[in-house]
């Protein structure tokens, strides 16, 4: 990685600072931290929302949530799309009445998978969304949050073989993706593995953003 920049949390929004090329981006975070929350929101638009079809991977959070997340930072802006992969949330019976109920107009649709450890369910359910939005003329941005709860059920060696796949899905149809892992929960090994997959870092370092580029 190279080209090193301070961000101004406050006055700068990240999805500036990554290039054209940028597709996959890893947000290193503390976990339930607020600046992570409002980075999160601001990776999610780097278009004007009504051309954006809007995809989160929830592995931590439940789509409601999520929902309450976008409407709190989003300036009551409505995405084209809004879709969920709903990662081990079974239990959670009202998800899908309420998001679907109380969503952006559209298409909303939450896909259920049994287990953060299910990486084939997983994979499946994220490329469906990916192959049926990729050709609608919208920007296709995703968030997936988050990677430390995926490697809590899956092993490094299986979950650099997903990310490796999803990431090229992602570059491929020219869609935007941001995943969130907190740093303080990983040994360097992990963090140096997984820094490979990605096309630009942004890591919060107590007081702003630390933006590398390839």
């Known amino acids: 990685m190279e ?3 301070a961000v101004d949390a406050e006055s700068t929004g990240l999805a500036t600072r990554f290039g054209d090329g940028t597709h996959n981006v890893l947000l290193l975070s503390p976990s339930l931290d607020a600046n992570a929350e409002d980075a999160c929101t601001d990776l999610l638009t780097v ?86 939005w990729s050709d609608d003329g919208n920007r296709t941005v995703v968030c997936v949050d988050s990677l430390t709860t995926l490697l809590q059920y899956a092993d490094l060696q299986r979950a650099f073989r997903f990310l490796h796949v999803l990431t090229g899905r992602v570059r ?22 997984l820094l490979t997959l990605f096309d630009g870092v942004a890591e919060w370092d107590g007081s702003d953003w630390v933006v590398r580029n390839r």
């Open 172 to 193: 491929a149809l020219d869609a935007f993706a941001h995943y969130h892992l907190d740093p303080d929960a990983h040994d360097d090994r992990t963090l140096n593995t």
């Open 3 to 5: 080209n090193v920049s």
């Open 47 to 132: 278009e004007p929302p009504a051309r954006e079809d809007v995809l989160y991977v929830t592995l931590v959070d439940s789509p409601d949530e999520r929902m309450d997340a976008w409407r709190a930072r989003a300036d009551g802006a409505r995405p084209a799309k809004m879709g969920f992969v709903d990662v081990g949330g079974a239990t959670r019976s009202s998800a899908a009445a309420s998001v679907l109920g109380g969503g952006p107009p559209g298409d909303v649709l939450v896909r259920p998978v049994s287990s953060p450890g299910n990486l084939t369910d997983l994979g499946i359910k994220v490329s469906e969304f990916l192959a049926e």
